[in-house]
T-cell receptor, first 114, second 114 residues
Framework: AQSVAQPEDQVNVAEGNPLTVKCTYSVSGNPYLFWYVQYPNRGLQFLLK??????LVKGSYGFEAEFNKSQTSFHLKKPSALVSDSALYFC????????????FGAGTRLFVKA | DGGITQSPKYLFRKEGQNVTLSCEQN?????MYWYRQDPGQGLRLIYYSQIVNDFQKGDIAEGYSVSREKKESFPLTVTSAQKNPTAFYLC?????????????FGDGTRLSIL
């Protein structure tokens, strides 16, 4: 069965420190990987995606993610966290051509302390 | 600005009542989706539609119904058969020419039981 795991319910980091939000996946076929962010009482906003090519993907608001095929991981990173980065982050995967179903992880809540 | 509009933002349902959540998009997207979000469970797919007058059940379709009479609109009805409807409902859309495109989300409808 295809699945996405975000092993941490919550990540706490001090402002200015680097942050990592972890994601691992299990799919058959070539995965298309996404990160979304959700602020309170809002919908999800797209941050970045990995389709093919460079394993390090850069996205919005200074976020980047590293694709690791051997570890089936797609961890979200940012070199220097801001208080405004505090939100709920979702990893997601779609599979193959014409795959309309997206599988979402359970989400990781990021708290950035001033 | 192009986007997805969900209404109402808050909705209350009485016992035995059907309620309809509205979702309208002006992004010219062919595919539309309904998700249910519960705390700690991520997003679960209720229904999706790839084209007008066609839709498919997702993972948790029981107690819900949809229609897709226009490209721009994909309303969701929560029927009285849905015994635990309290949740945050998110509508999304995407292009269908490639599964490597992200989904665009509305700002959700929060449904509660009276």
């Amino acid at each position: 069965a295809q699945s996405v795991a975000q092993p941490e319910d919550q990540v706490n980091v001090a402002e200015g420190n680097p942050l990592t939000v972890k994601c691992t996946y299990s799919v058959s076929g070539n995965p298309y990987l996404f990160w979304y962010v959700q602020y309170p009482n809002r919908g999800l906003q797209f941050l970045l995606k990995y389709i093919t090519g460079d394993n390090l993907v850069k996205g919005s608001y200074g976020f980047e993610a590293e694709f690791n095929k051997s570890q089936t991981s797609f961890h979200l990173k940012k070199p220097s966290a801001l208080v405004s980065d505090s939100a709920l982050y979702f990893c997601a995967v779609r599979v193959g051509t014409g795959g309309f179903k997206t599988i979402f992880g359970a989400g990781t809540r990021l708290f950035v302390k001033a | 600005d192009g986007g997805i509009t969900q209404s109402p933002k808050y909705l209350f349902r009485k016992e035995g009542q059907n309620v309809t959540l509205s979702c309208e998009q002006n992004l010219n997207h062919d595919a539309m989706y309904w998700y249910r979000q519960d705390p700690g469970q991520g997003l679960r797919l209720i229904y999706y539609s790839q084209i007008v007058n066609d839709f498919q059940k997702g993972d948790i379709a029981e107690g819900y119904s949809v229609s897709r009479e226009k490209k721009e609109s994909f309303p969701l009805t929560v029927t009285s058969a849905q015994k635990n409807p309290t949740a945050f409902y998110l509508c999304a859309s995407s292009t269908t020419d490639s599964s490597n495109q992200p989904q665009h989300f509305g700002d959700g409808t929060r449904l509660s039981i009276l």
